[in-house]
């Protein structure tokens, strides 16, 4: 991995807590370096989203709190900044489930992306210009309500309005929960094509763990709220506990998700 | 017949036209409605507190009338921020039942203050509009219009139309309709919920001041004007809780239908079903069409 300085996004051993009582998350530490692609990757309920909402301050409208460890975003540590702050450092988070805005238009949507910048009525058109090659599904229903697109075009709307705070880090949680398979790699794609040209680092949270590791840098397994493993996109998809555990893929056929523990408690059992 | 006619349709104006005072009061709740999904009981509270102060203003301390109104509508602007501030920010993360229930409360607290700053008894207020006949309508037309109706007419078009066009193309209206649909996607991207917040119960507070104005010209500005509020409720329930449009037309429906009742029905109940006829047609309202003739449908991808 890249050194430190390279670091976007720098989460040291965080511990969260709701309510503050109800530990979320025991022990994650993960970088982002600058520039790349990194998955966060785990079942329902593991932590990926309370990870994303601890960097991006949402936690506080949750009742959650950062309770232990540092998290250090573009060389300065967020503590008291509020979601809107962090939109203006340019960390913008693409909220699980869309998230539309239902009665307002597609252009509307997206046009609601900018609003933390200071940008006249000539300036929002060009960026709009510009977010639309990335999205050209959404030029064409841009004067349609938003609650009435498809899922697909609906997570479009979300990363595209999100687009429109010129982030330099972003922040996606599971942007393809319940999308077709041609949706997924269109998503993707999207996500690959803004990464690379327009220079923003990502950090999602995917448990669609075979497309998000082909298209990450790195990745990272959580379960129960602790980093499990982590390592290069590359290592994790010939791993064989990833195989086995999230890809479904054995060498010695079909396995469940319990055995799978099970086999590995006997051997730290052993250990 | 042509008299009964005329007479039909003087009731009818009369009523749209004292239709649109419910409309000012609804206004304030919708703003309040659209942005933080809270019926905001302290609206009608809102209404007395402001007018009040604008008549103390000009009574007490022989401010002229257009600085006391602008004073009044600044005092009201103080009000939305110590709401925000004080009630509204603390309450944040919880439940829009919890936000009513304080709304409840603010409404105490503001009858209170205005009380205590300003005194108990009835004020008038000369607006300058005389609640009489316009001479030149009677003449010409054969209809007795109050000249204050017709005012209050006026007044809420220009009010509509202007909020209408601040929430349709100024970017904090773009802001205020994002909050409205998902306050929570809309923090995620920037858009700073305490000034949308503020924003809406200023605007709430101006319109309770103008609505006070109007109602405090015709009953004079007494306690009562906060127990209005319970006529904007009908109003709402037909117009719809989230729609600009559907408060005015609500409370138009409101107006006409109390008036036209109330003259051509009245007497077989013994008069007076001005003041409740509103609420049976209300539950109406809410048994065949809940969300109002215009509130927003809960949209839903099948």
New interface residues.
């Given amino acids: 991995m890249s050194n430190n300085s390279a670091n976007i996004l720098d989460i040291k051993n965080i511990e969260v807590r709701y309510d503050n009582v109800i530990l979320a998350l025991h022990d994650v530490s993960l970088k982002v370096p600058k520039g790349k692609v990194v998955a966060l990757l785990g079942a329902n309920g593991a932590g990926k989203s309370t990870t994303l909402k601890a960097v991006?301050t949402?936690l506080a409208?949750?009742?959650g709190k950062v309770t232990n460890g540092s998290i250090e975003y573009d060389g300065n540590a967020i503590e008291k900044q509020?979601?809107?702050q962090?939109?203006?450092l340019g960390m913008?988070?693409?909220?699980e489930g869309r998230?539309?805005?239902?009665?307002?238009t597609v252009e509307?949507n997206i046009?609601?992306?900018a609003?933390?910048r200071k940008l006249s009525k000539g300036d929002i058109n060009q960026e709009l210009e510009k977010i639309y090659t990335y999205f050209i599904r959404l030029k064409e229903r841009r004067k349609s309500?938003a609650?009435?697109t498809s899922?697909g075009e609906q997570q479009m709307i979300?990363v595209a309005?999100?687009m429109?705070?010129k982030p330099k880090m972003l922040l996606l949680d599971e942007p393809t929960m319940g999308l077709a398979p041609q949706l997924v790699a269109e998503i993707f794609n999207i996500v690959k094509e803004l990464n690379t040209k327009e220079g923003v680092s990502i950090l999602l949270a995917e448990q669609n763990t075979n497309v998000a590791l082909k298209n990450s840098d790195y990745g990272y397994i959580i379960e129960t709220g602790r980093v499990m493993l982590d390592g290069t996109a590359e290592s994790l998809l010939n791993d064989d506990k990833v195989k086995e555990l999230y890809l479904g893929i054995s060498k010695k056929g079909r396995k469940n998700f319990r055995d799978v523990l099970k086999e590995e408690s006997l051997k730290k059992k052993s250990n | 017949m042509v008299d009964e006619l005329l007479f039909f349709m003087e009731v009818l104006v009369g009523g749209l036209l004292a239709g649109t005072m419910y409309s000012l009061v609804a206004l304030g709740f919708v703003l309040i409605f659209k942005a933080s999904a809270t019926f905001n009981f302290s609206q009608g509270a809102m209404v007395f507190f402001s007018v009040l102060a604008f008549c103390g203003f000009m009574q007490d301390f022989n401010i002229p009338f257009v600085l006391a109104f602008i004073l009044a509508a600044l005092l009201m602007v103080v009000v939305g921020l110590c709401t925000e501030r004080l009630v509204l920010r603390p309450l944040m993360n919880a439940s829009e039942d919890t936000v009513l229930m304080a709304t409840i409360g603010l409404g105490y607290v503001l009858e209170g203050l205005a009380q205590a700053a300003w005194g108990v008894e009835v004020r008038r207020l000369d607006l300058g509009i005389g609640d009489f006949p316009v001479p030149w309508i009677a003449d010409n037309l054969k209809l007795f219009i109050s000249a204050l109706d017709i005012t209050a007419g006026l007044v809420a078009a220009i009010m509509i139309i202007g909020l209408f066009l601040l929430f349709k193309y100024t970017k904090i209206g773009l802001g205020l309709r994002a909050v409205a649909d998902d306050a929570g996607a809309a923090s995620s991207i920037g858009i700073p919920l305490k000034h949308i917040m503020l924003l809406v119960w200023s605007a709430a507070g101006v319109v309770a001041l103008v609505a006070g104005c109007m109602w405090g010209a015709r009953a004079g500005v007494q306690f009562a004007l906060v127990d209005l509020a319970l006529k904007a409720l009908p109003v709402l329930i037909i117009g719809g809780f989230s729609s600009i449009p559907g408060a005015i037309i609500g409370g138009l429906i409101i107006g006409a239908v109390e008036k036209v009742l109330e003259v051509y029905i009245g007497p077989f109940f013994g008069g007076a079903i001005e003041g409740w006829a509103p609420y049976v047609l209300a539950i109406f309202f809410l048994l065949y069409r809940p969300e109002g003739l215009f509130g927003e449908k809960i949209i839903r991808r099948v």
Avoid at chain 1, 92 to 95: F, G, I, P, R, S
Avoid at chain 1, 99 to 104: I, K, V
């Fill in positions: 991006s949402m409208s949750e009742r509020t979601p809107s962090m939109v203006g913008v988070q693409v909220l998230r539309c805005f239902g009665h307002l509307e046009i609601s992306g609003y933390s309500q609650a009435f899922g979300a309005r999100a429109m705070a």
